[in-house]
């Protein structure tokens, strides 16, 4: 799988080896658990997931190693299954990225 990181922000910690693997661990989550993603603004970005334990576990521990790493992320993962991703406006590019990955 050829992911396109050219999206990712310099101010990420995650040591550059790793970022292509993140990358395909939100890939595989979104295409085997998620709908079309939605824009609902420049900032934010709403995905359903399946409403399953397990998927939503996964979705969860992704997020928070995500946020670990480039802090300006918000996620937020219901319990109905939709996950919200925000960020600054001056991160939209990276909302951007992560848009096209999911769809």
Request: hydrophobic share 45%; glycine share 4%; proline share 8%.
């Amino acid at each position: 799988m050829d992911l396109d990181a050219s999206f990712l922000p310099s101010s990420c910690t995650l040591p550059t080896a790793d970022r292509p693997l993140r990358l395909a661990e939100f890939a595989d989550l979104f295409a085997r658990s998620a709908t079309r993603p939605v824009r609902v603004s420049p900032t934010r970005l709403r995905l359903t997931l399946d409403d399953d334990p397990g998927v939503l576990a996964t979705a969860r521990d992704l997020a928070g190693r995500e946020s670990a790493c480039c802090s300006f992320f918000t996620f937020d993962v219901g319990d109905d299954g939709a996950l919200t991703v925000d960020v600054p406006p001056a991160q939209a590019m990276v909302l951007d990225g992560l848009e096209r990955l999911a769809r």
